[in-house]
């Protein structure tokens, strides 16, 4: 097993190249400013969608276009979520 939590999670984007021992919340941190859907997806799976949008709420440091498409990514996960969810109890 990788001792990369980039790799762990299959993540597309190596992360974490240079420290293998990034906190949980610099790597979610690294994902959005990335902003490739398919880890930010793999990221609210792991850890969940409330702690990444915590985190995303924190991000004041990027740029109005970066931090809007962050959003707008997360609000379409979250609709999926919720989607999923209310399937279940159909």
């Known amino acids: 097993m990788s001792a990369y939590k980039s790799a762990q999670l299959g993540l597309e984007f190596p992360y974490d190249w240079a420290n293998s021992r990034m906190a949980d919340e610099a ?21 969940g969608v409330a702690r990444t949008r915590q ?21 379409r996960i979250e609709l999926a979520e919720s989607q999923i969810q209310a399937q279940a109890h159909d």
């Open 27 to 47: 790597l979610i941190r690294a994902v959005l400013q990335r902003g490739r859907f398919n880890d930010m997806l793999k990221i609210c799976v792991h850890y």
């Open 55 to 75: 985190v995303a709420d924190s991000l004041s440091d990027v740029d109005s276009q970066v931090r809007e498409r962050i959003m707008r990514s997360l609000y």
